[in-house]
């Protein structure tokens, strides 16, 4: 089954900028909407985002609309999360995998902190 790398994540000012990614590998990436989720702590990890197969359909948590944006390079296996004007309330771990959500998929999650 298809297996997730998150990378990018660390520690940005409120109102800073970060872009992740999402390496995937051990299927074929294209034909599956993806999406990220977050986790905050102790909390219980949230979707926050997803890109249909063809990135023709992108659908945002009403919370973040006109800050992130998700993305994905099919050919590089990749997706990606642009998250501009952060919000401390956004730390978290966040993590990629298929809407369905493939519970051997998901991997460690990349940390991002928000704060000044």
């Known amino acids: 089954q298809v297996q997730f790398v998150e990378s990018g994540g660390g520690l940005v000012q409120p109102g800073g900028s970060l872009k992740l990614s999402c390496a995937a590998s051990?299927?074929?990436?294209?034909?599956?909407?993806m999406a990220w989720y977050r986790q905050a702590p102790g909390k219980q990890r949230d979707w926050v985002a997803q890109?249909?197969?063809?990135?023709?359909?992108?659908n945002y948590v009403a919370s973040v609309k006109g800050r992130f944006n998700i993305s994905r390079d099919n050919v590089k296996n990749t997706a990606y999360l642009q998250m501009n004007s952060l919000k401390p309330e956004e730390t978290g771990v966040y993590f990629c995998?298929?809407?369905?959500?493939?519970?051997?998929?998901w991997g460690q999650g990349t940390q991002v902190t928000v704060s000044s």
């Open positions: 995998n298929t809407i369905t959500a493939v519970p051997g998929a």
């Open positions: 051990g299927s074929i990436f294209r034909g599956y909407t």
């Open positions: 890109s249909s197969s063809g990135s023709s359909r992108r």
